[in-house]
C-alpha cells in the first residue's frame, strides 16, 4: 500500500485506502448522474478501492470495531470512484455528508464521526510514520 500511494499520490507513506477510477468522459459521467438521479440501477465498472487492514486496524485509539472502520473505509473509497473529493473544505464537508448519509443508511455502523466525535476525514490520508 505504501508503494501505490508513493507512485500514485508521491506520499511514500502506508494508506488505509486508495481508489482508481476508470476515466469516463463527460457523456459516461452526464449518463451515469442521469441514471442514479432516477434511480436506475449501474452496472459499469466504476474502478478498483483498495484497502490496507493493517493501516487501518494501527487506528485502535478510535475504540471502533475493526470491522466497523473497514465499512467506513470502504464507502469513504467507494465514494472517491464516484467523483467526490476532499481537496477543499466545501469538498470535505460535502463527502463527509455523503459518507453519514450513505453508512446511515446501511443501519449497520455508526460513522466514526458519531463514534469518536471527530470529523470522518480524519481517517483519510491516514498514515503512520513507518
Do not use: W
Not at 499520490?9 to 442521469?34: C, Q, W
Not at 470491522?67 to 465514494?79: I, M, R
Not at 470512484?81 to 455508526?110: F, I, P, W
Amino acid at each position: 500500500m505504501r508503494a501505490l500511494n508513493n507512485r500514485y499520490r508521491g506520499k511514500d507513506e502506508p494508506t488505509d485506502v486508495i481508489s482508481f477510477y476508470n476515466e469516463m468522459d463527460e457523456v459516461d459521467l452526464a449518463v451515469v448522474s442521469h441514471l442514479q438521479g432516477i434511480g436506475e440501477e449501474i452496472n459499469d465498472d466504476l474502478g478498483d478501492v483498495y484497502i490496507c487492514p493493517g493501516v487501518v486496524a494501527d487506528r485502535k485509539e478510535h475504540n471502533v470495531p475493526l470491522q466497523d472502520e473497514l465499512k467506513v473505509v470502504a464507502v469513504h473509497g467507494l465514494l472517491h470512484l464516484c467523483g467526490y473529493d476532499h481537496n477543499t473544505g466545501e469538498d470535505a464537508k460535502e463527502m463527509a455528508q455523503m459518507e453519514e448519509k450513505l453508512l446511515s443508511k446501511c443501519n449497520r455502523v455508526k460513522s466514526l464521526h458519531q463514534a469518536k466525535g471527530s470529523h470522518p476525514l480524519s481517517l483519510v490520508s491516514r498514515s503512520r510514520s513507518s
